[in-house]
């Protein structure tokens, strides 16, 4: 951050002087939920029962936004992957980086189908990287976010054996499945990376027939976290500075014509909320959710969520 160019905070800093802390949240970093999702959960309503370690019930959100599904049924993301297999550890590798297209995708989600079927599960295509499943086994299992492992040893962040028999089980049995696939042949004669495990996360349910009314709407982009898991810190610069002539311009806009503006900033193990300290009498609120340093940036204004 002291790196940074002249000038690429001086929005940021412009905006937070007419601000006062109004929440504080600090966990420890082996949270399986990452701050900047507890703030998201915050912003959709979620009370804390609904918002426990690793059952934010995020699948089941979109479950119902998409496929307009009961809220009382458990769902999960399934996102396909490569794990790096090294010597004494498998590391997640960024899904985005395999760029998978919509029919690959589908054709080893119908691949892999049969094996979840087995133990009542059903997969839904959500998109390339990302896919919708459906069970029982997934309302009381908690499991870490994608962001938590990103680049990281796998083995602290799988669910726990006792409980996850049959998650395991089926990753052993895709890395199989997958290692034969005509699809990881066409990808390695482009030298391209395989596809040959899933990681599973936004797992529970929603406690009612309808999806809570969120009280903020929301904007997400990852701008900033891409380039922290990339290890590029000439991205990172640039991020920061496109955040501050972008949204949080637009935010110190707003704030200075008397509306009232969040910005909550995260690290890997808590975050703060910061609101205007001012408001007038018909002011509407905005809201900026940025999440900086290990997980990089998420940001929430007016607009419609893109989880």
């Not at 996102?79 to 297999?85: D, G, R």
């Not at 839904?124 to 459906?134: G, K, N, T, V």
């Amino acid at each position: 951050m002291k790196a940074l160019p002249p000038g690429s905070t001086r929005n940021t800093q412009m905006l937070l002087r007419g601000m006062t802390r109004v929440r504080s949240d600090m966990q420890e970093a082996s949270s399986l939920s990452p701050p900047h999702e507890r703030a998201l959960a915050l912003a959709h309503g979620l009370t804390p029962a609904q918002a426990a370690d690793g059952m934010m019930a995020w699948a089941a959100l979109e479950a119902w936004a998409r496929l307009g599904a009961d809220g009382g049924k458990a769902w999960a993301w399934i996102t396909p992957c490569h794990w790096s297999m090294g010597r004494e550890h498998a590391t997640l590798t960024d899904p985005a980086a395999l760029a998978l297209d919509e029919n690959a995708s589908r054709t080893l989600m119908a691949a892999m189908q049969p094996y979840f079927a087995t133990d009542g599960i059903t997969l839904h295509y959500a998109a390339p990287d990302r896919w919708l499943a459906e069970g029982e086994m997934f309302r009381a299992l908690p499991t870490a976010s994608l962001d938590r492992v990103l680049g990281r040893n796998v083995d602290p962040w799988l669910p726990d054996a006792r409980s996850a028999r049959t998650v395991r089980r089926l990753q052993n049995e895709m890395q199989m499945l997958l290692y034969t696939h005509p699809v990881n042949d066409e990808r390695a004669a482009r030298r391209q990376l395989p596809v040959n495990s899933f990681w599973l996360s936004g797992t529970g349910a929603l406690p009612a027939p309808a999806a809570p009314a969120p009280q903020a709407q929301a904007r997400v982009t990852r701008a900033l976290a891409q380039a922290v898991f990339n290890d590029d810190w000439a991205a990172y610069a640039q991020a920061w500075a496109a955040l501050d002539a972008g949204d949080v311009a637009r935010l110190l806009t707003r704030q200075n014509a008397g509306e009232t503006v969040q910005l909550t900033v995260c690290g890997e193990r808590g975050f703060e909320t910061w609101a205007s300290s001012r408001q007038s009498l018909l002011a509407k609120t905005a809201d900026l959710l940025v999440s900086s340093g290990v997980f990089g940036l998420k940001t929430i204004w007016n607009g419609r969520e893109q989880l």
